[in-house]
């Protein structure tokens, strides 16, 4: 009886995720790619083909390729170290650090684009190439830093005891150790900077175009339906390829792990050698992150002629006519009630997600809950626009689709996060539970949710985060009269005079505040900090 | 009978999911508003939309209809979305369709038609190609602008028609919109065609390109970052932008100046017209009808200039003084027919590319 | 008086219990021995509902528990590693078992309190489980399978990883627990010694058989088959005529003993050596010999029984 139940139980568990992302992610793309490849009803793959014969886009699909792989090579020799300082050196101030370093993640491509722009940045692909540092610095620096803080130092003092040298010690012992988190950081940052729309419309240029940008100007300017649907089919099948062998090789590096960490690894940096690195490290990360952000607090204290806080009393005013239809105040309102539920649906759904996760060692779940991440928001927008229009899914133009569409995004990052942490959980102490009395939904509550609980917090607080910072998606879907932060800033930035520049940098920078409290709250909240996106 | 209670769990998970997806379907969407009473029309238009709080609210105390205005990007792209989502439109109204894509909006089926009363005040010439189904708004000259001041500290004598831009004194001067990313970039492409026709645009950009000209991707960044007069360290001294734009370096100058240091290059100038129209499947399509009568109403027109510095296609309506004193208007700008847009445009764009940014 | 009757457990591909059958009466403590890999853990957990079963029945008191879910059965098992809640401290652990049987919060502290003074952990009643050395989570985990009063407990290698001083304290302590309870217990362990001293029955088990089921002193006088033999430390050998199972001090070093060999090494043993003599078949034989009279390395012996030493096996 119980163990039908249960099954019954878990089949739902897993269910509600995959419907999720089949109703808001699958059913619209397919809506989408149909009316490009199936007008007619039949379907025609011969512009798939013509991606790859035409020199044009054969060029768009190799630029996207190498400037991912490039991206992702300097973001990983520069993030390693950072993530060591981080994970195994304390000095004051670490937590802070930890977190200012995430901000730019969940910041809006748009706002940082105009930052990089206010440093004086020509457009240029180096301009992309620090863009994409400066995203995806803080996944290195993260899920690298997590392993590194959980790999016992005995480990590496056994190896020097058995007379390895530094080097080889690093090479035998600490890179195997963190080479899952290194494929990890490695794929999430290829993925983000092969699907990268934002900083290349921003900071691009006309000459240079990736696959998004690309798939973006033949859906809005040429309205070549077919062509934007073969691009996207290109994008979705190099993602799930990218997975499945990223999974693939992770598996094969990953030894599993305890628990852990009941004690804080990390040294007070003792050396004069250790100090120069950590002051190094520490340096990169000022110019990398420290210098965007400080431009744009800056900027916002200093409006047209002194110093002061007119752009912030500019935020509860400003209504410029009706391009904002509310006071850039309100928009903080709309940001956190929409990033609240965003993250209710974001951490129910992907504590579900989790637990079936967690309760196999095969990635498939991870791998389809992380495919959206991989397509074009413009396909998806627009798919969701002509898909989500009808009783059941009448969800186009209410107030549940942005919030829907932000959980979807999250939803990804929460199963990254609390995944692990239920993974590390003995299956005997469920069986203890059992045996002492505990029926399964009282184990379920007391073991499952008890430990990872807090990993699912710490996963709310990102998913907040996230929400907060979200624009393709949410440009797409918003509500006229409900826009969000990041949406405020873009339509500052779009209107002419300094005023309207200040407000934006306020509006960003209050925006920013918003996403370090999430972060720190959320890194406080992380149980034995098992889990990283 | 052992129950588990790993039942309700489950129970209370799928009923949250059905609970998420229930009150979702039961509210109202946008534009989908199902009492009589609650009179809301929406307006499909592009980022730049803009009107003053009372004029909107004075419309609405009249009519008892609210408008909500939905954004999607730029012009190109919420025409797009429009036709994407035709069966089922997301507005009621669309504005915002320029003279590049009048073709494209009234030849998919996707426009209802409907004639203004106040038609009879706005010129014959800007209904051209509408079949009926669009009504224009407003016009807007895509011209060439001067820095004067630049011209003038380095001693040179300012081009004045598109020929001289080619010379090697211009050499460097000049920044454009991609056309394919960019509404007053794709207007300066067709200036291009309509003045050296279809055979002789593609040679002039070949020499606009050996003589420097710099492409960028939309209107704020060639205004603001690379023209001299945008006041952000731009360096060079000619852009694509608007007739109208001399005027509004005035009304956006701090501190405030008398004069513009903007000129304007009228004889390089695109007119271009915005319409709108009711979509054929609306929910609300008198309110949309309401709405369009409104954007032809003094009031609206007369509010056009200092809110989206366009001109009212109205006749009569007083223009503002700072576009008086400031903004010269074309007398012979540059036009094509809109059929002849709607045949060769994306064509025109692809060529372009290859022969400007490959 | 729980009744495993024929009971077979497929782990995956491999056969982890064939048909064993098992009693344990109200009272009684029995001994599972066997050494690792011989399905002792399987046979508690499917015991107590935690493995699907492939044939066979558990019955208590002659009702069929299938059917019957873990939390159900009311039966305690004491998990080889613990497995505490990582995430509660000491005394909400051994509360665990009496809280989900619905006592008050109050009620399940207060006995979690007894046991832990029980097992001599009073005063750690707040301390979080993983700072614990590796034997006051043993008794943290003894205490809380305790702590629900269950009709049948079961104890995975209670004394496994404890030093020696600890293991025979812990050994007198149990006995003197299980002596004043009422209650069925099976105890798994690979340590002969273990079983000896606390089972009333020892139960052998190797491969998913169960070898012999016997009293302490029936299985070390009488194994039942080689394997139980060999796995009690006797030497199992035909050098003497038919299949016998001889202890290693059921041989003596005579001059004029029928087997002759060579001495492979000796071991130190407190009051004896322990000598091992190659033969002639390349098969070994372990011999006990007095300290005084150790032979060197390499020497040539000839051994003898001792009368009455030698068991009958039954052949192979």
Redesign the interface.
Known sequence: ???R??R??AI??TA?PL??VAVLFGWPLVAILG?GLAPDGRLDLGPVGDVFTDP?LRGVVWFTVWQAALSTAITLVLGIPGAFVLARMRFPGRDLVRAVVTVPFVLPTVLVGSAF?ALGLA?SLGAILLAHLFFNYAVVVRVVGELWSHLDPREEDAARVLGAGRWRTFRTVTWPGILPGVLAAGAITFLFCFTSFGVI?VLG???RSTLETEIY?Q??????LPLAAALSVVQLVAVAALLVVVGRLQRRASTPRG?GA?RDLARPPRTATARTFAAVNLAVMAALVGAPLTVLVVRSLTP?GGVGLANYRALGQL?????L?VAPLDAVWNSVWIATIATV?AV??GG?AAWAAARTRSRLVEGILALPLGVSAVTVG?GM??AL?????????????VP?AQALVALPFVVMLTAPVLRAI?P??R??????????????R??DV??AGRALLGAGAFAFAISLGEFGAT??LV???TPTLPIVVY?LL?Q????AFGAATAAGVVLMALVVVAMVAGDRLR?GRVGAF | MPRSSFRPVATAVVALAVAVLAVSAATPSVGAATRPADRTVTLLTHDSFAVSDDVLAAFTAKTGITVEVLRAGDAGQALNQAILTKDRPVADAIYGVDRAFLGRAVGDDLLTRYRPAALTTVPAAYTAGTRGLLTPIDVADVCINVDEAWFAEHHRRAPTTLAALTRPANRDLLVVEDPSTSSPGLAFLLTTVAAFGDQGWQRYWKDLRANGVKVVDGWEQAYYEEFSGGGQGGERPLVVSYASSPAAAVVYADPPIDSSPIGTMTRTCFRDVEYAGVLRNAEHPREAERLVDFMLSEPFQADLPLQMFVYPVREGTPLPEVFTENADVPTDPYSLPAGEIERNRDDWIREWTGIVLR | MLTVTSLSVRLGDTEALRGVDLTVADGEVVCVLGPSGSGKSTLLRAVAGLEPIAAGTVAWNGADLAGVPTHRRDFGLMFQDHALLPHRDVLANVAYGPRAHGASRKAAEARARDLLAVVGLAGLERRAVRDLSGGEQQRVALARSLAPEPRLLMLDEPLGALDRALRDRLVRELRALFDRRERAVVLVTHDHEEAFALGDRVVVLHDGRVHQDAEPATVWGAPATAFVAGFLGHNVTTAFGPLLAVPPDGLVLDPAGPVAGRVAGRTFRRDHFRIRVTLADATALEVTVPADRVPEPGAEVHLALRPGAGIGLPEA
Do not use: K
């Open positions: 009886m119980s163990r139940t249960g019954v139980a739902t568990i509600v419907l999720f009316r044009s722009l457009r419309l240029g006309p000459t100007r859906t809005t300017r040429f309205l070549d628990l009941a047209a209504r410029a006519g009706s391009i239809a649906i129910t759904v579900c627009f626009l002509i229009d009808r009783p059941p899914l009448a969800l186009r133009g209410t107030v549940w689709l829907l003995d005997r102490v069986d203890a539970a059992a045996v002492l009395g505990a029926p399964p939904g009282r184990v379920w007391t073991v008890a430990i440009s797409f509500r006229p009269d339509r779009s002419p005079g300094s005023a149980f």
